[in-house]
C-alpha cells in the first residue's frame, strides 16, 4: 500500500510539472511530418510600472502595451505629494507623457529600445507679497503677507536608449537614459498686486519662467528606472 501511494504521488507530481510546462510553451503541429514542435516562451503583451527611486515625494508609474514584434506604445504620469516650498524653487505638481517604443534587437517588451517621448509637466509657483507700513523712525515693516502663485505648464520632448528585461517572465526591469528639450509657459510676478483693495508688494527680483530650477533643460540628460508587473 505504501508503494502505492509513492507512486501514485510521483503520478500526480509529474502531471502538475507538466501542466505548468505547458502553460509557457505552445505546441504546434508540423503540418510536413506530424510532428510536434515547441515554441518558444509566450511573452507578455501588457506592463504596468513604478519608478522607486522617487517614492520619496511623488508617485510615478507607466503602462506600456506591445502592438506588434518590435513596436509598443505606452503612457505615464505623476503627481507629486511633497512639495519643496523654499520661496523660490518651482513646484512640479503633476504630469503625463506618452511614448513609442522600437525594440530592433530584441522581441516586445525586451530587449535594447529606442524611444521618442512627449511629457508634459503641470507646474506652480508662489510669491510672498507683503504689506508694508512706516514706523515711528521711518524704517518699512510688513505687517501682513499675502502669497501669490501662478500655474503653467513646461513641455519637454526626448530621444532615450534603454533596455527592458524581465524576470520569471513577470517583472520587467526597465532603464533607459536621454536627450530632452524643454519650453515653459511664460509668467511673471509683477512688483505690486492689489488683494482685496489692497495693495502688496514684492519686495525681491522679479520671478520669471524658470527652467533650470525645475532639472531641466539645464542638464539637458534624463535617466529612468522601473519596476513593475507584466501580464
Known sequence: MKKISTLAISILFSMLLNSNAQSLFISVPDSANHKIITAKKILPKKLLSIAPFSLFNKIKFQYERVLKNEISVGVGGYFTYKQWDNGFAVNKVGGA????????????????????????HYCSKSVEYSLMQNDSFGYQHAIDSKMVEHKFGIYVGSIDLG??????????????????????EKYSFKPEETIHGTVYKQPYAYYNTDLYSVGMPGFPIGMNFNVGIAF
Open 97 to 120: 507623457n506618452a511614448f513609442l517604443r522600437w525594440y530592433p534587437l530584441g522581441k516586445a517588451p525586451t530587449g535594447i529600445y529606442f524611444q521618442p517621448k512627449f511629457t508634459m
Open 163 to 184: 533596455g527592458q528585461w524581465l524576470i520569471a517572465n513577470r517583472v520587467p526591469i526597465d532603464i533607459s537614459i536621454g536627450l530632452k528639450a524643454a519650453v515653459a
